[in-house]
C-alpha cells in the first residue's frame, strides 16, 4: 500500500508560534477549501442578489463591466456557484485520495483571488479593473483545476477524474463569457450563462447521485439501493444534451436539446424513486437534499418543454433550475458538509429548516412571476426568500466555518 503523507494540523503550528506574517493563513479558515468558499459564496449570495433587488427596485444604478443583467448571471453563475463547487471538490478529494488538501497560504492566495474578481467587477466600468477582473477570475479558475488535479492523479483517483475535465469545461466557458460580453456579443454571453446551467445540472447528478442515497441508506440504516444503469445513462445523456445546446447557437442542428432535457430529467426522477424521498421527511439535513435534486429533475423536464413549444418561458424555468435546485443544493450541502467536517452533530434546528423551505419555494415563485399581473413584485418576493435563506446559514455557520473543529482534530 503506497503510504500517504500525514496531514498537517495548521493550528498547532499557530500554538507553537508561527510568526505573525504566516499567522493569518494559519487562521482555522484557511484548514480547508469548505471553509472559506463556503462563507464567501453565502456572503456574495446575500450581498450580489441584495444589490440586484435593489437596482430591480430602482434604488441603485449598477454600472459594472457587463450589462446588470448578464453581471447578474456571471455572479450567480461563476461568482457564487463555482466558488461553493470548489470548495466542496477540494475537500472532498481529501478523503477520496488520503492526501492532504488545498490550505494555509495557497488557499488564502485563491481566496483573494476570488475576492478581487467580486469586488474589481463592480467597478469593471472603468478598463483597468476590468483586466483585474478577468485575471483574477481566470487565475482562481487555473488555482483551483491545478489543485484539484494535483490531488486526484497523485492518488491515481481515476473515478473522480469526471470532475478536472467538468471544471476545465466550466472556466473555458467562463473565459468564452468574460469575452462575449467584452466584445459587447450579449446574446452569446447569455447563452453561454443558460448553458453554464445546465452543467451545473450534470455536476450535481454526478455528486447527488453518489451523495444523496448514501446519506438516506445511512441514515435509515438501511441497504443502498444501487442504480448501476441509471448512473451509466445519465453521464453520456447529460454531457450529449448539455454539448448540443451550446453548440446550437452556432449551427443547425438536425435534434432539439430540448429530448435530451426531457429524458434526462425523467432518468433523474425516475433514480430518485430509488432513494426513498418520502422517508427523510423528518430530517431537515435530508429532505432538503431529496427536494433539491426532485427540483433538478422537474426543472429539466420543464426546461426541454419549453425548448420543445412555446408552453413556458425558458428563461423562467431556468430559475427554477438556478434558485431551487442549485441553490438549493448548494444550501443543504454547505450545511450538512460544514457540520461533518468541524466534527459537530448532523444536526439543524427549525431555522435552518426554515432557510432550505425559504429556497425550495423562491425558485417556483420567480418561475411563474411573468405569469402573474405583477412581476416586478413576484421577483422582489423571490429575492427576499432568497436572502432570507442565506441570512440565517450566516448566522449560524459563521462561528461554525471560523472556528477549530470542534473534535480537535485538524481540518
Known amino acids: 500500500m503506497r503510504e500517504q503523507r500525514p496531514f498537517v494540523n495548521i493550528h498547532w503550528s499557530l500554538q507553537q508560534g508561527v510568526t505573525k506574517r504566516r499567522a493569518f493563513a494559519a487562521h482555522p479558515l484557511f484548514a480547508l477549501a469548505f471553509r472559506p468558499f463556503f462563507l464567501g459564496g453565502a456572503c456574495w449570495a446575500f450581498v450580489a442578489i441584495s444589490l440586484w433587488v435593489l437596482w430591480l427596485s430602482g434604488y441603485l444604478s449598477l ?186 447557437f452556432f449551427l443547425q442542428l438536425p435534434l432539439n436539446p430540448g429530448w435530451f432535457m426531457l429524458l434526462v430529467g425523467a432518468l433523474h426522477l425516475s433514480r430518485q424513486c430509488f432513494w426513498q424521498p418520502w422517508q427523510t421527511r423528518k430530517v431537515p439535513l435530508l429532505w432538503s437534499l431529496q427536494l433539491a435534486y426532485f427540483a433538478m429533475g422537474l426543472g429539466l423536464i420543464l426546461l426541454g418543454i419549453s425548448n420543445l413549444t412555446h408552453m413556458l418561458v425558458f428563461k423562467d424555468v431556468l430559475h427554477l433550475l438556478s434558485i431551487s435546485a442549485m441553490a438549493g443544493l448548494i444550501l443543504a450541502m454547505m450545511a450538512r458538509v460544514s457540520l461533518g467536517h468541524t466534527g459537530r452533530t448532523l444536526h439543524v434546528g427549525k431555522a435552518m429548516s426554515v432557510a432550505f423551505a425559504l429556497l425550495l419555494v423562491a425558485g417556483p415563485i420567480r418561475m411563474f412571476a411573468s405569469l402573474s399581473g405583477a412581476p416586478l413584485l413576484l421577483w422582489q418576493f423571490s429575492a427576499w426568500l432568497w436572502l432570507g435563506a442565506f441570512a440565517v446559514f450566516l448566522w449560524f455557520y459563521l462561528p461554525i466555518l471560523t472556528q477549530p473543529r470542534a473534535d480537535g482534530r485538524p481540518g
Not at 455572479?75 to 475537500?91: D, R
Not at 492526501?99 to 467587477?121: E, H, I, Q, V
Open 63 to 248: 454600472q459594472p463591466g457587463f450589462p446588470a443583467v448578464l453581471w447578474h448571471a456571471h455572479e450567480m453563475l461563476f461568482g457564487f456557484g463555482a466558488v461553493i463547487a470548489v470548495g466542496f471538490l477540494l475537500t472532498a478529494a481529501q478523503n477520496w485520495t488520503g492526501l492532504a488538501s488545498c490550505s494555509g497560504n495557497p488557499l488564502l492566495l485563491l481566496a483573494m483571488l476570488w475576492l478581487t474578481a467580486r469586488t474589481s467587477l463592480l467597478f469593471a466600468a472603468y478598463p483597468s479593473l476590468f483586466w483585474l477582473f478577468a485575471s483574477a477570475q481566470l487565475l482562481w479558475w487555473i488555482g483551483a483545476i491545478v489543485s484539484l488535479a494535483n490531488l486526484l492523479i497523485r492518488a491515481k483517483s481515476s473515478n473522480n477524474y469526471v470532475f478536472i475535465a467538468l471544471l476545465s469545461v466550466m472556466a473555458l466557458v467562463n473565459t468564452a463569457f468574460i469575452y462575449a460580453s467584452k466584445t459587447q456579443q450579449f446574446a452569446l454571453a447569455s447563452h453561454l450563462s443558460h448553458g453554464m446551467i445546465l452543467m451545473f445540472c450534470l455536476l450535481m447528478g454526478i455528486v447527488g447521485g453518489r451523495v444523496i442515497p448514501f446519506f438516506t441508506a445511512k441514515a435509515l440504516a438501511q441497504v443502498q439501493v444501487k442504480t448501476l444503469l441509471l448512473d451509466t445513462l445519465l453521464l453520456p445523456l447529460s454531457v450529449i444534451g448539455t454539448a448540443l445546446f451550446l453548440t446550437g
